[in-house]
């Protein structure tokens, strides 16, 4: 019968395996990632909107998507009892979320170029090839209200 070692520690609670001691400076590890990317609509909006908005108006919205995303990253944390995890759920579900307008609104401007390049294929087939040199000659100038 083999004899079972009592003078084993646990794992994660003696030295490491090179054999130094754990170190009493060690810096926590802070996950930012869920946060800033929270951040990242508010921002966006604003700087959109620069010069028709004082950025008082901004705080609180930024305010409001930073509880989100910290609400949601300890939800993530407590769901899958993994912090690295949880953050990285809560970063990929706050991009899915925030990204989503941005994602639609390359879609409509794709469709809307598949739109214009149909609408350029029908003028063709109804003008027939001068079509796009009579386009290119644009509209004529406006006249000046003079009455030489």
């Known amino acids: 019968m083999a004899k079972l070692n009592q003078n084993t520690t646990p794992p994660g609670e003696g030295p490491d395996p090179q054999g130094a001691a754990p170190s009493s400076t060690e810096v926590p590890r802070w996950v930012l990632h869920p946060i800033l990317i929270g951040m990242y609509l508010p921002i966006s909006l604003y700087s959109a909107n620069f010069d028709s908005l004082p950025f008082s108006a901004l705080i609180r919205p930024l305010e409001l998507s930073i509880l989100a995303a910290c609400l949601l990253y300890a939800g993530c944390w407590l769901l899958l009892r993994n912090k690295a995890e949880g953050a990285i759920v809560a970063s990929f579900l ?55």
């Not at 149909?118 to 009455?147: C, H, M, V, W």
């Open 94 to 148: 706050l991009a899915t979320f925030w990204g989503w307008s941005f994602f639609e609104s390359l879609v409509n401007d794709e469709e809307g170029h598949f739109d214009e390049f149909d609408k350029q294929l029908d003028n063709i087939k109804r003008f027939g090839p001068s079509y796009l040199a009579l386009q290119s000659f644009g509209t004529a100038p406006p006249e000046t209200g003079g009455g030489e």
